[in-house]
């Protein structure tokens, strides 16, 4: 059974400061990986989707990078804004299949920037 | 704006009563996803349709949860007997049947149940 673990849990940082999100995952046979964030009391919106053949994926300020084979993805954030607080959840879909939605998340990395 | 829609965004009910929740998907989109989102965790999924079949429900999906999708667009889930456990947030998503797109998802139905 897949599992995805998000370090870490929250991080709070000054403006301006680039940053790292973490994301693990248990089964290493994934077809992509998605990035989202969700403002409090909100849906889920995409930043950015990975293949599993591809390495980096580059959306303005962030870049999400994948490593299959150590089951590893991080989320980076250059020069961070107060506005990108919120919480940001990596999810992968279930190994061998089709159902590319049905999605497992991590709990999610609760980002607060500070002025 | 996703193009998902979920309707209400708010529901406030009572324990032991019947809640209908309504999703339409993005129109191109044949598949829709439902989850549930507690306080602190990530969404855990519950069900999914292709058109207007059924694919997989999670074992999360008790007896007392039932979804629908009758014309292969606009999905609703109905939660019966309500319980306090039931408080959560209902999140809608939709995807095409094409390989790695992405899943995008609604703002979500919050039930309280009191």
Known sequence: KQEVTQIPAALSVPEGENLVLNCSFTDSAIYNLQWFRQDPGKGLTSLLLIQSSQREQTSGRLNASLDKSSGRSTLYIAASQPGDSATYLCAVPPEGGTSYGKLTFGQGTILTVHP | ?114
């Not at chain 2, 996703?2 to 309707?7: A, E, L, N, R």
């Not at chain 2, 339409?24 to 044949?30: L, M």
């Not at chain 2, 609703?76 to 995008?104: H, K, P, W």
């Open chain 2, 1 to 114: 704006d996703t193009g998902v829609s979920q309707d209400p965004r708010h529901k406030i009910t009572k324990r032991g009563q019947n809640v209908t929740f309504r999703c339409d998907p993005i129109s191109e989109h044949n598949r829709l996803y439902w989850y549930r989102q507690t306080l602190g965790q990530g969404p855990e999924f519950l069900t999914y349709f292709q058109n207007e079949a059924q694919l997989e429900k999670s074992r999360l999906l008790s007896d007392r949860f039932s979804a629908e999708r009758p014309k292969g667009s606009f999905s609703t889930l109905e939660i019966q007997r309500t319980e306090q456990g039931d408080s959560a947030m209902y999140l809608c998503a939709s995807s095409t049947v094409q390989a790695n797109t992405e899943a995008f998802f609604g703002q979500g139905t919050r039930l309280t149940v009191v």
